[in-house]
Nanobody, 124 residues
Framework: QVQLVESGGGSVQAGGSLRLSCAASIYTYRTYYMGWFRQAPGKEREGVAA???????TYADAVKGRFTISKDNAKNTLYLQMNSLKPEDTAMYYCAAGSGAYYYILDSRFFAYWGQGTQVTVSS
């Protein structure tokens, strides 16, 4: 059974940084594609960043140049480094994993496994 556990969320002022981590209990971790999604109150869940099994990364336009996704296969851990945070980045952030075919890697429908989420709050 796949389990994903996020950590690293918190409260920060605009312009600050946070690093999210996602520990994954996946035997064949390196064969999965992984992603970070977020959901703000009253809004739909949206893809933030993802990395495929080859290490290719994809970012939402809203976070390009500010967020960096990385994957440590030796530690089965996914990271999201978030810099220059803005109030509009405030949301619950979820780690997700998938192993099947996908059309668009930032589409949550292609991810079968989800963590419980970690809250990120950015104040102005």
């Amino acid at each position: 059974q796949v389990q994903l556990v996020e950590s690293g969320g918190g409260s920060v002022q605009a312009g600050g940084s946070l690093r999210l981590s996602c520990a994954a209990s996946i035997y064949t971790y390196r064969t999965y594609y992984m992603g970070w999604f977020r959901q703000a109150p009253g809004k739909e869940r949206e893809g933030v960043a993802a990395v495929d099994s080859r290490g290719t990364t994809t970012y939402a336009d809203a976070v390009k140049g500010r967020f960096t996704i990385s994957k440590d296969n030796a530690k089965n851990t996914l990271y999201l480094q978030m810099n220059s945070l803005k109030p509009e980045d405030t949301a619950m952030y979820y780690c997700a994993a998938g192993s099947g075919a996908y059309y668009y890697i930032l589409d949550s429908r292609f991810f079968a496994y989800w963590g419980q989420g970690t809250q990120v709050t950015v104040s102005s």
